[in-house]
């Protein structure tokens, strides 16, 4: 019971222990997050005729 309750304690506090640097982690620096209206309605305008083309 003791070693399980130190396995516990453990994993827990190398769980929190980490949690500062992963916030960085999952951005996607490449894909912008808002888009103008414009650029959208152009994109699917070419991709529709261009597919129609072949």
Known sequence: MIKTTLYLSF??????????????L??????PTSIDPVY???DA???TTASAEH
């Open 40 to 42: 959208i309605l152009n």
């Open 26 to 31: 999952n951005v996607n620096r490449v894909q």
């Open 11 to 24: 994993f827990l506090l190398l769980a929190s222990a980490c949690e500062e640097e992963l916030s960085e």
């Open 45 to 47: 305008l070419v991709n």
